[in-house]
């Protein structure tokens, strides 16, 4: 029973979901909260196999979201047209269903190469040196995006929302949320697997205590390639399905606030707790999307009872004035986050009837 | 063959020798004592050995194998498993899981295979499993499977860690300073579960240790270091007599 339930139930979740949208019952607005949910849990708990399981300090994993973001709009545009940067198609639009999940592994890959980047310096450094390394790195890679006027530049790349429409041709359906449902459900159980294989447990190995690793036959930079290419890869995927969602990319929407924000939702969750981050994950969405609502709200409140002046509007701006908050006050009273490094079924022993993390 | 063969293996740190013309070599099946005071170098031997320093003159072979050029996990693989002076468990895992990753080097299945859950990792998986439970078993450690070892009392966590280093099935176990730490019971028990361990799997032990009443009734044979030169080698007996050992121990005065 247990060797299946977590995949019959995310089966069964990801079903109700995608018949739900396909029936019509779900609006415009809840279908883009839920795809952005699903991004976010592939970012956030991507990053949590590097700063969680494996105790790095990774502060620019939005950098390899650009990547994936890039490549995955770029191989899109390229392969069924639509936008400047080529020219006609490659392939009809007919194709465009089946190209989409090779588009998406294609952008996993090319950020996997791009992790490389980040996982040779760690050799030789950790803590501090390697934040700093990968702040770096999520500098340069949009920094070299930005310049490059072939692939838009800083204005950016669209049109790749026209390659979505066309899917509806071969089959009408929601299919970017189809997508961005199952392959949120790929990535988890993918990292599920990891962190619960003896193999994925090297990288707690690493994390807990780096000598004892490599003594026990642990090959330590092996798993730190290995985590920090699938961790990047991961992400990279979370960057195509982003750009597809939103029909536009831009190299700025990945700088360091998105690094912080992939950051705010791992800490929230707790540090190497798959349940937890992918929980963090979903409050962090919900509240980013509340506060869209609670802001103006807050602000009519306020001028209502004339506790502002009327040239002082509490604008959109403000969010980035909670979020951060957020995180300080998290680190103040609560440093482990929701779980700490437990899982759910730590915290609700009846579920290990269903699920184990062993 | 010798199964440890150090040949005039010499260590430098900057202008500290820290090891001068260091030789020596283990046969199979042999329990051998390495001892000097503070200082003296022994586990800096051992790191040469277990690969973690590359030495800066002289060879060391192990298993007919030159270590040169060797990371730690690849002379782990060659048969060599090795516990610390300060113990280094991972504490944040269970004694089982701790157990369960000193098979990592002879998975046998890769990061596709866990992630797809095929055949070849199930089986993998379960021979772990089974193997864990049954060291655990043998090193009366079962009861204590599901806990963290960091809520372990100190002997218990030198047991785990000695359990750990057999898992990796060793040819040659290298033990620094097992009884640091333990009160006097603790290292009769110790010393009780090294000569069992060595009698049950049939292993060659080199252990660093300072407290005399441990080397002298383990060791076959024993080695004296001080300031990186070896000073003496012999029987535990022929040890304790010597008087360069015991200037070297109890300073000259004492003579």
Known sequence: ?358 | MALLELDAVSQRFGGLKALTDFSISLEEGELVGLIGPNGAGKTTVFNLVSGFYVPSEGAITFAGRPTRGLKPHQVTALGMARTFQNIRLWNDMSVLDNIRLAHYHRLGYGLADAILRTRRYRQAEKDIERESRKILEVMDLADFAGEFPKNLPYGLQRRVELARALSTRPRLLLLDEPAAGLNSADVDGLIRLIRWIYEEFKICIWMIEHQMKVVMSLCQRLMVIDFGITIASGTPKEIQNNPEVIKAYLGDSAL
């Open chain 1, 1 to 358: 029973m247990q060797r299946y339930s977590i995949n019959v139930g995310f089966f069964l979740l990801a079903l109700t979901l995608i018949g739900a949208a396909y029936a019509g019952l779900l609006d415009n607005y809840t279908l883009t909260v839920l795809m952005f949910m699903g991004i976010n849990i592939i970012f956030a708990s991507s990053l949590n196999l590097v700063n969680g399981y494996m105790g790095e300090f990774s502060c620019g994993h939005a950098g390899f979201m650009c990547v994936g973001a890039y490549v995955g709009a770029l191989l899109s545009l390229a392969l069924f047209g639509g936008g400047k940067p080529f020219g006609p198609p490659l392939l009809p639009p007919e194709l465009a269903v089946f190209f989409f999940p090779l588009v998406l592994i294609a952008a996993g890959l090319v950020s996997a190469l791009f992790g490389l980047l980040v996982a040779l310096p760690s050799f030789h450094t950790r803590g501090d040196y390697l934040a700093i390394i990968t702040i770096a790195a999520n500098y340069i890679i949009i920094s070299v995006i930005e310049n490059i006027d072939a692939i838009g530049g800083p204005r950016g790349l669209s049109g790749m929302k026209k390659n979505i429409n066309a899917m509806s041709d071969f089959f009408e359906a929601p299919w970017m949320f189809i997508w961005v449902i199952l392959v949120t459900f790929v990535c988890v159980i993918i990292l599920y697997r990891l962190v619960t294989s003896t193999c994925g447990k090297g990288v707690s190995a690493v994390c807990q205590n780096e000598v004892a690793a490599e003594i026990m036959g642990v090959d330590t930079n092996r798993v730190k390639i290995m985590a920090f290419m699938l961790s990047s890869g991961l992400a990279g995927v979370s960057g195509a399905l982003y750009a597809h969602v939103y029909g536009y990319v831009n190299a700025q929407s990945f700088n360091i606030l998105k690094s912080t924000e992939g950051m705010v939702m791992v800490y929230l969750g707790g540090m190497g707790s798959l349940s937890g981050v992918v929980m963090a994950a979903v409050a962090f969405t919900l509240l980013v999307e509340g506060l869209r609502f609670a802001i103006p709200a807050l602000n009519g409140v306020l001028h209502d009872l004339s506790l502002l002046p009327a040239s002082f509007e509490v604008s959109q701006v403000w969010k980035w004035v909670i979020i951060p908050l957020i995180l300080i006050l998290l680190m103040q009273f609560r440093p482990e986050g929701l779980l700490g490094n437990r899982e759910l079924t730590h915290v609700f022993p009846r579920l290990k009837k269903w699920v184990s993390f062993k």
